[in-house]
C-alpha cells in the first residue's frame, strides 16, 4: 500500500460540504491534474467549466434537485468537447473539412470524448482527495441537458456529461462495499452468467447488511433490487436527440 492507494480505496461521495470556497491555487491544481489524464491520441475531447455565478448554479441545482450542487466549495461541469478540433478544420487552409467534420459526428469520436472526460474527471477527484477534499459526480445535470446546454451557451459538437461538487467535506459517510473482484475482473473469457450470480448473490447480502448498520439513511436494499429499479424506469431519453441536434454521434 502506499499514499495513492490508500487515497483511491478511501473514495466516498460527500455530498454535505462545509460553507468554504476553493481558492483560485486549488482550483487550477485540480484542473491541471485533470490535465494530466491520459488522452485519445491527444485529442484532449473536454471542457471544464467552474461555475461561480450563484443564479447559475441555483438553476443547476434546479435540474440536478440536490442541494449540494449549488453548497458547495466550488462546482465544475466537465463537457465533452470537439468543437475545438472541428475549428481547427475550419480555419485549415488545406484541410477537408468535410471529412473532418464527418468523422468528428462519428459514435467512435463520441465515445473518445466520453473516455475523455471521464478520464480527466477522475483525475481531478484523485487531486481533490489528495488535498483533503471531498467530491460528488453530478449525472443528474442530465436530467434537462437542453436547459444545462442552454445556461451554459454550449456550441454544436459540446455535451455537459455531468458536473463534480468539490469542497470541504461536512460529514464522513461508510465507504460503501463493492462486490468481489471475480464479479468484475474476468481472466481470457467473459464470466458465465451462472458464475456471475453466486458472485453477484454475495455482493447483495454484504450490500444489504451495509444498509442496515450504516450511521445515516439506513434501509433494506439490494444491488439486484437497484439494478432492477433503475431499468424498469427509463430515464433521460431526450438525451439520444440532443446529442444528434449538437451533431454528435451520427453515424
Known amino acids: 500500500m502506499n499514499e495513492t492507494i490508500d487515497t483511491i480505496l478511501s473514495h466516498r461521495s460527500i455530498r454535505k460540504f462545509k460553507d468554504e470556497k476553493l481558492t483560485k491555487e486549488q482550483i487550477h491544481t485540480i484542473v491541471q491534474s485533470a490535465q494530466q489524464a491520459s488522452t485519445s491520441s491527444f485529442v484532449m475531447a473536454y471542457t471544464i467549466i467552474g461555475i461561480t455565478d450563484e443564479s447559475k448554479k441555483q438553476a443547476l441545482m434546479e435540474v440536478s434537485g440536490q442541494p449540494y450542487v449549488k453548497n458547495n466549495g466550488h462546482l465544475f461541469v466537465f463537457c465533452g468537447d470537439l468543437h475545438r478540433a472541428n475549428v481547427l478544420g475550419e480555419r485549415a487552409k488545406n484541410a477537408d473539412h468535410a471529412s473532418i467534420t464527418e468523422t468528428i459526428e462519428s459514435t467512435e469520436q463520441f465515445i ?60 464522513q459517510p461508510e465507504i460503501k462495499p463493492r462486490p468481489a473482484i471475480e464479479t468484475i475482473y474476468h481472466e481470457n473469457n467473459y464470466l458465465e452468467d451462472e458464475k456471475q450470480a453466486q458472485f453477484i448473490g454475495e455482493f447483495d447480502k454484504k450490500l444489504k447488511d451495509y444498509y442496515n448498520k450504516r450511521s445515516t439513511n439506513t434501509r433494506i436494499d439490494t444491488w439486484t433490487e437497484q439494478m432492477i429499479r433503475k431499468y424498469s424506469n427509463p430515464q433521460r431519453l431526450d438525451v439520444t436527440p440532443f446529442l444528434h441536434s449538437k451533431q454528435l454521434n451520427k453515424r
Open 112 to 171: 473518445v470524448t466520453v473516455i475523455d472526460t471521464a478520464l480527466a474527471a477522475q483525475n481531478a477527484v484523485l487531486a481533490a482527495e489528495s488535498m483533503g477534499l471531498g467530491a460528488c459526480f453530478l449525472g443528474s445535470l442530465r436530467n434537462d441537458i437542453n436547459k444545462v446546454n442552454d445556461l451554459l451557451n454550449l456550441p454544436k459538437h459540446v455535451v455537459p456529461l455531468f458536473g463534480l461538487a468539490v469542497g470541504y467535506p461536512d460529514q
